[in-house]
């Protein structure tokens, strides 16, 4: 291994929340998000069971929970959405995402059940995304984990980069493919 632990975690960089947010800089991010699905999809269609056992970096995510990570983390973002919505300012509930990573359904169940819930979550979410204006794409929603307030307009961002960063990861784990 001659790739820093950082470079390996974050193969395609750490999000850039500094990015100027232009209409279309918003509608690429969309369409980055539109298309997830299809990608994840045609990254993991021929891997075997052991296969999706490889971790992208040493001590890091199978493919199979990086796959069923998206889902999780994915619904969360969709009802983070919902919730700034429709009311002021709220309080998103975090999660702990290694802990969620090491429960059966992440370790038990084929990567094809968060497919289908990937489709359907971005389907909707797509469908919202495309409906809002600038008065609904600056509604905000505090984190709590990072004391910080979020407007959907970067959070749009945030999750194109977050598709492209997993789908990294699992190209990453083809290459280098650690043993879970």
């Given amino acids: ?3 820093p632990l950082e470079e390996l975690k974050y193969p395609i960089g750490k999000y850039d929340p500094s990015v100027e947010i232009t209409n279309q800089q918003i509608q690429d991010w969309i369409a980055v998000i539109e298309n997830f699905p299809q ?3 045609s990254a993991i269609e021929d891997l075997t069971d052991e296969q999706l056992k490889w971790a992208y970096r040493p001590n890091g995510w199978s493919i199979k ?3 069923h990570h998206c889902a999780d983390s994915h619904m969360n973002s969709f009802i983070r959405f919902k919730l700034a919505l429709t009311e002021e300012q709220p309080t998103i509930k975090p999660y702990s995402e290694d802990r969620w990573a090491q429960q059966a359904d992440y370790l038990d169940v084929s990567p094809d059940e968060s497919l ?3 489709e359907g979550v971005h389907a909707r979410w797509t469908v919202l995304l495309k409906s809002l204006n600038d008065n609904q794409l600056n509604r905000t929603f505090m984190h709590p984990e990072h004391r910080k307030i979020f407007a959907l307009e970067q959070v749009i961002g945030l999750y194109a980069w977050h598709c492209n960063h997993h789908l990294a990861h699992i190209e990453q784990a083809m290459n280098y ?3 879970f």
């Fill in 177 to 179: 493919n650690y043993r």
């Fill in 116 to 118: 289908k819930i990937i």
């Fill in 1 to 3: 291994m001659s790739q």
């Fill in 39 to 41: 990608k994840l999809a």
């Fill in 65 to 67: 929970q990086v796959v």
